[in-house]
Nanobody, 117 residues
Framework: QVQLIESGGGLVQAGGSLRLSCAVS????????MGWYRQTPGEQRDLVAQ???????YYQDSVEGRFTITGDNRKNAIYLQMDMLKPEDTGVYYC???????????WGQGTQVTVSS
């Protein structure tokens, strides 16, 4: 019953911005770890940004200072604000949700982000 629906991907020029959204249904945000992962062809899915229900954040070094992950408990949604985009940010972005104590991880369907030079 847990479902994650992503939106916001697209094609932008280098230096532009995108805002990814992930709506979560079927579970509350309490005691949760939510993150955004990126996958490129031939590569495994790598963590880009993460936030816990307690507010602790993590960013991959390559996006530090450019990306911001946030959550909105009232809307049951998480977001990834991506600014100063670079071509190397290109990939399929997946949102992820799990309880902080472990258990099953749930994934969004993925949204394509393409940054052109």
């Amino acid at each position: 019953q847990v479902q994650l629906i992503e939106s916001g991907g697209g094609l932008v020029q280098a230096g532009g911005s995108l805002r990814l959204s992930c709506a979560v249904s079927g579970t509350p945000f309490s005691a949760a770890v939510m993150g955004w992962y990126r996958q490129t062809p031939g590569e495994q899915r790598d963590l880009v940004a993460q936030v816990t229900s307690g507010g602790t954040t993590y960013y991959q070094d390559s996006v530090e200072g450019r990306f911001t992950i946030t959550g909105d408990n009232r809307k049951n949604a998480i977001y990834l604000q991506m600014d100063m985009l670079k071509p190397e940010d290109t990939g399929v972005y997946y949102c992820s949700y799990r309880k902080i104590f472990g258990g099953q991880r749930y994934w969004g369907q993925g949204t394509q982000v393409t940054v052109s030079s």
